[in-house]
Nanobody
Framework: QVQLVESGGGLVQAGGSLRLSCAAS????????LGWFRQAPGKEREFVAA???????HYADSVKGRFTISRDNAKNTVFLPMNALKPEDTARYYC????????????????????WGQGTQVTVSS
């Protein structure tokens, strides 16, 4: 069982930056594929970024070049620095962990994940 706790959300003006973190419990963190998803009010949850256990990354087109996913296995933490934020980035952001050795492109799918955090709210004002 893995518990995920997100932090770092908040209110920021357009063009600003935030850095999300997701701390995980458990001793097998390094073996997990990890992802960030987001859900805006009235919309479906969507993929943002993923990182495989080997460090390969994949991004949604909407965040490519602005967001960067990384992981620190020693600290059981996955990060999502977000730059050049836009009002359309406003959403609740969730991190997720996948147990098996799932290919990086498959980590863009919600059903690839076994564990989810409760989310952290990001609001970008115009």
């Amino acid at each position: 069982q893995v518990q995920l706790v997100e932090s770092g959300g908040g209110l920021v003006q357009a063009g600003g930056s935030l850095r999300l973190s997701c701390a995980a419990s458990g001793s097998t963190f390094s073996s997990y594929g990890l992802g960030w998803f987001r859900q805006a009010p009235g919309k479906e949850r969507e993929f943002v970024a993923a990182i495989s256990r080997s460090g390969t990354t994949h991004y949604a087109d909407s965040v490519k070049g602005r967001f960067t996913i990384s992981r620190d296995n020693a600290k059981n933490t996955v990060f999502l620095p977000m730059n050049a934020l836009k009002p359309e980035d406003t959403a609740r952001y969730y991190c997720a962990a996948a147990r098996a050795g799932i290919p990086i492109m498959t980590l863009a799918k919600m059903n690839s994940y076994d564990y989810w955090g409760q989310g952290t709210q990001v609001t970008v004002s115009s």
